[in-house]
């Protein structure tokens, strides 16, 4: 990936790099010199800090769901097989619509196919000294059917032996061995303490948190991550040096249970949009 494939944005101590060709994906996010996200490993999707989660995240159970009295096949990717993940949106190309100093917006326009239902979305950046807003918006546009419609992002975290996660959820999702989220059960982990990365180390669930507030801390940076939805999901594999916390506006496969709140269904021709930031501090 060349330099001038890539837009800058920069606010005080704070820099930021995005990918539009890379799903619309953040590459680097620094204040100061020192990563607020994982720095990307390389140019492939999965070495970014950051990618949006659209048309919906996490997993749906097998490709299926039913909504307007039919049953929908979703395209499953052989990164979540034999379910379908985390959307499309991260492994299309986006447009950009604007960019400037300390913000930028970019589109996507995608016709059914992977996904039932036509729709455009918008990622806005805006870059503050401090801190990071990105706002998603998804648009509906089949002409007469409503569509099921999720946000999320699945950023990338540096991860350490200081590396700490505070957040309250006092339910989290176990998964069956494909990966799949079935059972909620109530958790003790995250009650509004700091938690330590190795009692994280492993863990690939979902924890119920109505509108998060998670603060990620490190020995060179302290992150507050926020924005409206369901709760978050915390992937932590061993043997790597990242952790990912991804807040989501619904819990894993509640589109494949048919389990939809109001904010899920998107009536055709209309819009919604959620704001996450990311608060920063060396």
Known sequence: MTDDTLIHL??????????????GSIRALDCGGVPVLRRAAGDNLL?????????????????????????????V????????????????????EQAGTDHATLRLDEAAGDWPWPYAAWQAFTLEENGLWVELT??????????AAGFGLHPYFPRSLESTVTASAEVMWFNDPTGLAVCPQESGLFSGAPVGIEALEGLDN???????QIVIAGPEMTVTLSGPGAGFHLYCPGDHDFFCVEPVSHAPNSFG??????????????RRSQRYHFAFQA
């Open 257 to 270: 249970r048919g389990e939809w709140g109001p904010q899920d269904i998107l009536p055709a021709g209309e």
């Open 77 to 96: 990717d052989p990164l979540g097989a034999p379910h379908a993940i985390h959307g499309n949106g991260w492994q299309r190309a986006w447009r950009v």
């Open 47 to 75: 070495d970014m800090a950051c990618f949006p989660l659209v048309p919906f995240a996490n997993r749906i159970a097998h490709g299926r769901m039913a909504l307007n009295g039919a049953d929908h096949a979703i395209a």
């Open 10 to 23: 920069a606010k005080g101590d704070a820099i930021c790099q995005i990918a539009p060709a890379l799903g």
């Open 206 to 212: 979902f924890f119920v948190a109505p509108d998060p």
């Open 138 to 147: 998804i648009e509906n546009r089949h002409e007469s059917e409503a569509m």
